[in-house]
Structure formats: structure tokens, C-alpha cells
């Protein structure tokens, strides 16, 4: 095992929290931390590259405790939950899971979870990093719905790549196979209670575990690395590569509370036909009427391979900066820079050229299709 982190290098305090996993994580030797929802996040155990082919050849898990999950129960929960989010819930069953937004009143994205619905009154948020927790309180509690919500004992992990099908198998059996893309179940392993989805951040075949006793998360980490031991699993950070491929977004990089679900490529999110009533409805509905004054666009950006951007680069066209990049590296396998670049519509057109400030110096840049690969989502469902 590898020297454990000193997390002096980023801990000043008690004030942030550790996960379930992380004196599992701590084995295999994290090379760096971030803060993610209040809690430490492993950024990487190899270089970025080199966990990226791991998860496109072998399969790589992955703690995604961060992801807090806002638990919402009680009389009112399924109306209360519909009025987050512009998805029509009452289309979703108990046992599936949906991606979902959460919205503001003036149409801003303040979250974009994955969704499940446990029972017809009980629902669980998984969340990017920002606070949901207090803005559902505070809409409860201006809403005068019957709902308790709460932060429960639920700690996800990520089980992700073409061989995660055999680690899930050797877990729970035949029946964790028979899932169908973002539906789950609620079983126990070794009398550890967990729920598995068919669902994951990658764009690969993959699979969550949703850890309920938050006691047991050193004994859940090493029976997922036992069982993946024959599959050569290894334990990884985000892989923003596949992800930016893929044409998934980060919230807070790709989109925020100052961008709406148009702009960034959302808009099937918003179930345009849904009756009842959610915030930012009428936000929404004059921007579909109007249209929107910016897009997120994908972009391929010349030159030798950039490192993944830090801030958001300045975009130019002429000597004017109209934009900026949002999200961008170089993909190993596409062996170009590719990604994400906020512009005004205008600019978004396929072919424009735009010039991007990267540190390097500045860089030629083309506005291109997104996803850059497997835009069926094919190798996700399979």
C-alpha cells in the first residue's frame, strides 16, 4: 500500500468532513485533494491519462460520497419534489432514478442531482457541489407542504468500465445484471445495507453503490476491491477526459445559477408539457419564447495538448472577448483538445472560428458537435 496523503496540505480544522471510504481511499494513495459539498474529495491516484484508459479498458471505482444526498419524506414529498425540478416526476416510477435539474425562480440552475425515487413519498438527491440542502428548507418552509428533509446516512460509491458488469456480478449475483439504465435496487452485502444503481459519471457501462450505514464503509471499500481484484481494479478520481467526450457538464464549471437550461443543452431536461407548477416555470417559458443570447458549444482547440483549464479562459473573436471556456483538455484518444466554450449565439454557429487565451498563448479554436463521442449513449447502456 502507498504512504497516506498528508492532509495538512489542504485541512486547517475540523470544519470539513471525511467520507466513509476514507481510510479505505488512504491505502491506495491519493495524490491530492480537493473540497467538495464540505467533504474531501481524492482527485487522482495516477496521472489523469493514465486513469482514463484504465476506465475505458478494466474498471476503476470511485468514491462519490461527496455527492451529499438530500432526503426528502413525508405526506407532501412526491408535489414538493416536483416543484424543484422541470422534469415531470409524476412520470418517474418508485425504483427508477432520473438526472434531473434544480432550477430558480428566474430559471438559473442551482443543481443538477441525480434523482430516485425509493417509495411514492420518499425521494433521494445526489448532488453537485452546492447547497440544495438549505434551499429546499427554505421553500418548505415557504411552501407550507408537509415534508421533512434531511441529509440521511447515504454514502455512494462508483463502480465504472467494461469489466464493471463482473465486479457487480461476483457482489450481489445475476440480479444486479438485469438492471436497466438509472433503475436500482435495495439489497445487503456481508448484512451491509446498500441500494445499486445502473448509473454512473463516466459515459462507460458502470454502476453505484449507495452505502446506508455509514459505519461500514472501510468493509464495503475492500470487498469491492476483493471483487475486483480479478478484473485488475484500481481506485481513481473524476476522469474529466471521458466526461468532457462525453458532452457531460460539471455544475459550477459548465453551468451555474447565471446560465439556464437552453444555454447549456438542457432543454430536454424541461418537460415543456408538465402541468404542474415548478420554480423558474415562468422564467422558462419567456425564455423558450424569446430564445436564448448564449449557448455552451462544443469547441476543438488547435495546437499541442493542453492541461485540464484551472479558470475560464478567455474566448475571442477579432480582438474582442465574447466568451469563455469553461472546460477543456486534451483527449488522449481524439488526440485533439476539445471542450466546452460559453459564447454569445451569434458565435455558436458549426465551423465558427473562434481564439481561445489559453496560459500557453493564444489558440485557434473551432465550434464542433458535442458529445465528441457516443451521442446515442450506446456504451452506457449496454
Known amino acids: 500500500m502507498s504512504e497516506p496523503f498528508d492532509m495538512h496540505l489542504v485541512q486547517c480544522g475540523a470544519r470539513l468532513r471525511r467520507t466513509p471510504y476514507f481510510e479505505a481511499t488512504q491505502r491506495y494513495g491519493p495524490l491530492g485533494y480537493t473540497v467538495y459539498n464540505h467533504m474531501f474529495f481524492p482527485i487522482r491516484y495516477d496521472t489523469l491519462e493514465n486513469e482514463y484508459w484504465h476506465l475505458l479498458n478494466h474498471v476503476t471505482v470511485w468514491d462519490v460520497s461527496v455527492e451529499r444526498n438530500v432526503e426528502i419524506t413525508g405526506p407532501d414529498a412526491a408535489a414538493f419534489t416536483n416543484l424543484l425540478t422541470p422534469r415531470d416526476l409524476t412520470k418517474c416510477d418508485v425504483g427508477q432514478g432520473k438526472y434531473v435539474l434544480i432550477t430558480g425562480d428566474d430559471g438559473g440552475i442551482i443543481n443538477d442531482p441525480v434523482l430516485m425515487r425509493l417509495a411514492k413519498n420518499h425521494f433521494w438527491l445526489a448532488l453537485a457541489d452546492s447547497d440544495v440542502l438549505l434551499w429546499a428548507r427554505g421553500l418548505a418552509y415557504r411552501s407550507n407542504m408537509k415534508v421533512n428533509i434531511t441529509e440521511p446516512d447515504v454514502s455512494p460509491i462508483q463502480i465504472q468500465g467494461p469489466k464493471s458488469k463482473d465486479v457487480v456480478k461476483t457482489l450481489f449475483g445475476d440480479k444486479v445484471l438485469k438492471l436497466k439504465y438509472y433503475y436500482f435496487l435495495s439489497t445487503k452485502l456481508d448484512k451491509i445495507p446498500v441500494i445499486v444503481t445502473r448509473t454512473g459519471w463516466t459515459a462507460e457501462v458502470g454502476y453505484e453503490i449507495y452505502l446506508r450505514d455509514g459505519s461500514r464503509g472501510v468493509d464495503l471499500w475492500e470487498r469491492v476491491m476483493e471483487a475486483g481484484k480479478p478484473h485488475n481494479i484500481k481506485p481513481t478520481g473524476p476522469s474529466d477526459i471521458r466526461r468532457v467526450e462525453a458532452g457531460i457538464l460539471n455544475w459550477g464549471a459548465d453551468m451555474t445559477l447565471d446560465t439556464n437550461p437552453y444555454e447549456v443543452g438542457l432543454g430536454w431536461l424541461v418537460d415543456e408539457n408538465k402541468r404542474a407548477n415548478y420554480m423558474g416555470k415562468k422564467a422558462l417559458e419567456q425564455v423558450r419564447k ?17 492541461e485540464f483549464n484551472m479558470t475560464k479562459w478567455p474566448v475571442k473573436k477579432g480582438d474582442k472577448v465574447i466568451g469563455k471556456i469553461t ?19 451569434k458565435q455558436a454557429e458549426l465551423g465558427n472560428t473562434l481564439v481561445v487565451q489559453a496560459p500557453v498563448g493564444e489558440r485557434n479554436a473551432t465550434v464542433v458537435k458535442k458529445p465528441f463521442l457516443d451521442p446515442k449513449k450506446d456504451i452506457p447502456k449496454s
Do not use: T
Open 290 to 306: 424569446k430564445g436564448i443570447k448564449q449557448k455552451l458549444v462544443g469547441v476543438e482547440i488547435d495546437g499541442d495538448p493542453l
Open 327 to 345: 472546460s477543456a483538455l486534451y483527449s488522449p484518444r481524439m488526440k485533439k483538445n476539445v471542450g466546452y466554450a460559453l459564447v454569445p449565439i
